[in-house]
Every structure is written in C-alpha cells, then in structure tokens.
C-alpha cells in the first residue's frame, strides 16, 4: 500500500530536549515536505527537499532541521524544541515530474507536538 | 508574495444541497490550484485540481471553477453528503504548495 509514515503520532516534550520526527514513504518520491497546521493559519511549509542530499528552507524553518541521507526518509529534527513549535505537523511526498497531475503530494497522517 | 486565503471559517449545509467554497490568491505566477480534504486525525488528501488553462475541472460531485481576471477559485460539492463533512484546503503551485487556512464544512442530514 502505496503511503507516508510518520512517528510518533503524538508526543509531549520539554522545552530544550532535543527530538526527531521520521517520515518515510515507499512510493519511490523524490519530493519531500514539512509543514506545519495551527489554527487559522493552515499549513505552513517548513522545509523541502528536491532529491537525497538536496534540501531547502520552506516557509517557517526557525527552529528546524532537516536531513535527505535516504530517497524514502526525511526526518524532522527540533534540536531545542520552544513552546512556540507545539503544533501538528505534516510530512508530504510527491513524484517530481513535467506532468502537474503527478506532483499532487501525498501526506502522513500527522504528529502533534507539544512542548511544555 | 504568493498567498492564498480562504476567507470563511466554517460552513453549514444541507444535505443534498450544493456546497460551495471558495478561495482567493494574489500571485498569478503559478498557475495549478488543488484542493485538499481532510478528516480529523488523518493528513490531507487530494480531492481535485485545475491549471489556469481551463475554467474548470468535474471529478463526479467535485467541480472547481478558477476566474483568473478575480484571482478567486471554488469547489462546487453536489449532491452534498454527510461523508463530506471535513476542512477543505485550497493550495497554489506545483512542488511547492500555498495553503489557505481551511473551511469547515458541516453537512447536516
């Protein structure tokens, strides 16, 4: 089944400790997404990556890093995670291709964040 | 600056009615709009797409319209079904997506 995996799905944390968010998809994508959903604001890009070893900054990349060692792993790390980055976030992927039918992306099903 | 606003919040409507959302963007730049459903505690997932060469794109009960000259989009739901309660996302652009900020949409039997 073709799919985005995200985990955990839900995790509470204090502010300063370090933590990852893997995502993983088996679609063979090369494209891969962050973002992030709060309230009245939708979702907000953090960062992207084109390819392995090919990333960049989306929208809102404070506080954020990310990795593209593996073509199916993407992972999300907050290395001094702040209150403000309790939220619910996303992981994306799509197929990088000429045709816009095929770069609809694909999302996980999220992981909520808080940060005390 | 490319960005996309979905001005209503929530939405109510009948069912069997017609839903309609909308949507506003102010960069015509990039020209390929999708809308996203999504049900709690799942992620988004595509519902239907347009590019500015067309008016509009039918999927079944989902149309969506673009008017280029208002920069203004919207998702046309008929018959509306109670399955169709969920946020509706309109997005702009190809690899890199604009989201607007989501209408809830209720469908009441």
């Known amino acids: 089944e073709a799919q985005v995996t995200q985990n955990p799905r839900y995790l509470i944390t204090v502010t300063g400790k370090k933590l990852t968010v893997t995502c993983s998809q088996n679609?063979?994508?090369?494209?891969m997404s962050w973002y992030r959903q709060d309230p009245g604001l939708g979702l907000r890009q953090i960062y992207y990556s084109m390819n392995v070893e090919v990333t960049d900054k989306g929208d809102v990349p404070e506080g954020y890093k990310v990795s593209r060692k593996e073509k199916r792993n993407f992972p999300l790390i907050l290395e001094s995670p702040s209150p403000n980055q309790t939220s619910l976030y996303f992981c994306?992927?799509?197929?990088?291709?000429?045709?816009?039918?095929?770069?609809?992306?694909?999302f996980g099903a999220g992981t909520r964040l808080s940060v005390l | 600056d490319q960005q996309v606003k979905q001005n209503s919040p929530s939405l109510s409507v009948q069912e069997g009615r017609i839903s309609i959302l909308n949507c506003d963007y102010t960069?015509?730049?990039?020209?390929?709009f999708l809308w996203y459903k999504k049900y709690p505690a799942e992620g988004p997932t595509f519902l239907i797409s347009i590019s500015s060469i067309k008016d509009k794109n039918e999927d079944g009960r989902f149309t969506v319209f673009l008017n280029k000259s208002a920069k203004h989009l919207s998702l046309h739901i008929v018959p509306s079904q109670p399955g169709d309660s969920a946020v509706y996302f309109c997005a702009q652009g190809a690899q890199k997506l604009v989201f607007g900020q989501g209408t809830r949409l209720t469908i009441n039997p």
């Open positions: 960069n015509s730049m990039f020209d390929y």
């Open positions: 679609m063979n994508h090369e494209y």
């Open positions: 994306a992927s799509s197929s990088r291709s000429g045709w816009r039918t095929k770069n609809i992306q694909y």
